[in-house]
């Protein structure tokens, strides 16, 4: 369900920024959970 939110979000995200904004923030977003995931081991 998470994905699909994500995923309609991102398209409108890309159409009005342009396709940087959105990749930026799902990789600041990626980075974020590692390491929430690395400091809980």
Same mark, same amino acid.
């Given at each position: $369900?998470?994905?699909?939110?994500?995923? !309609?979000? +991102?398209?409108?995200?890309?159409? %009005?920024? *342009?396709p %940087?904004?959105? $990749? +930026? +923030? *799902?990789? !600041? !977003?990626?980075?974020? *959970?590692? !390491? +929430?995931?690395?400091?809980?081991?």
């Open positions: $369900m998470l994905i699909i939110a994500a995923n !309609l979000l +991102a398209g409108k995200l890309t159409s %009005r920024y *342009g %940087r904004l959105p $990749m +930026a +923030a *799902g990789q !600041l !977003l990626q980075i974020i *959970g590692l !390491l +929430a995931l690395l400091s809980s081991a």
